[in-house]
């Protein structure tokens, strides 16, 4: 059974510095892998998708790495902003054959000024 | 551009009572659709998923159903609530097609008191 855990739960950083979220998940034969980002009371905002034969990629000041073999993918932020607190999900497809999603439990981020 | 709709943002019903929840999207057609639930401190769980009008899964068993009239539509019901139905819940949609990226609306969070 597929399990998605993110490390830190929470996070609490001054502005401008680079930070490095965490997700691992148990079986390394997924399709794809996605991060988003919630506000409080909100939904879920994608940010980036890496499929299963990609490495990393880019957007912004984000930066998404995916290394199947380990069971890992991180998410890079660069000179973070008070703007960037929120909590960051990743989630993985599992196969070829779903659609279903299965989601770790978050990273609480905080940037202070 | 894609949009997703979902109301109401939030709902306060007493236990028994009915429930009615509705999704739609915009700017697409065929999509697949997606009913997530987002207990507090808990990851989001998939509930039910469609591929089509009138094709409905579900992942758990439990209180609730869905329903899909129309291509773009996706409702989450309920006949009687119970206080464990309390919750964020959230509709996502994806196209047509394994892999591709998911996009969530804004949520509904529902208090059953």
């Known amino acids: 059974k597929q399990e998605v855990t993110q490390i830190p739960a929470a996070l609490s950083v001054p502005e401008g510095e680079n930070l490095v979220l965490n997700c691992s998940f148990t079986?390394?034969?997924?399709?794809?892998l996605q991060w988003f980002r919630q506000d409080p009371g909100k939904g879920l905002t994608s940010l980036l998708l890496?499929?299963?034969?990609?490495r990393e990629q880019t957007s912004g000041r984000l930066n998404a790495s995916l290394d199947k073999s380990s069971g890992r993918s991180t998410l890079y932020i660069a000179a973070s902003q008070p703007g960037d607190s929120a909590t960051y999900l990743c989630?993985?497809?599992?196969?070829?054959?779903?659609?279903?999603?299965?989601f770790g439990t978050g990273t609480r981020l905080q940037v202070f000024p | 551009s894609q949009t997703i709709h979902q109301w109401p943002a939030t709902l306060v019903q007493p236990v028994g009572s009915p429930l009615s929840l509705e999704c739609t999207v915009e700017?697409?057609?065929?999509?697949?659709l997606y009913w997530y639930r987002q207990a507090a401190g808990r990851g989001l769980q998939l509930l039910f998923y469609?591929?089509?009008?009138?094709?409905i899964s579900s992942e758990v068993p439990q209180n609730l159903s869905a329903s899909r009239p129309q291509d773009r539509q996706f409702i989450l019901s309920s006949k009687k609530l119970l206080l464990s139905d309390s919750g964020f819940y959230l509709c996502?949609?994806?196209?047509?097609?394994?892999?591709?990226?998911?996009?969530f609306g804004q949520g509904t969070r529902l208090t059953v008191v």
């Open positions: 996502a949609w994806t196209r047509r097609g394994v892999g591709s990226e998911a996009f």
């Open positions: 079986d390394s034969a997924i399709y794809n």
């Open positions: 890496i499929q299963s034969s990609q």
């Open positions: 989630a993985v497809r599992p196969s070829y054959n779903t659609d279903k999603l299965i």
């Open positions: 700017g697409t057609s065929n999509p697949n």
């Open positions: 469609s591929v089509g009008i009138g094709q």
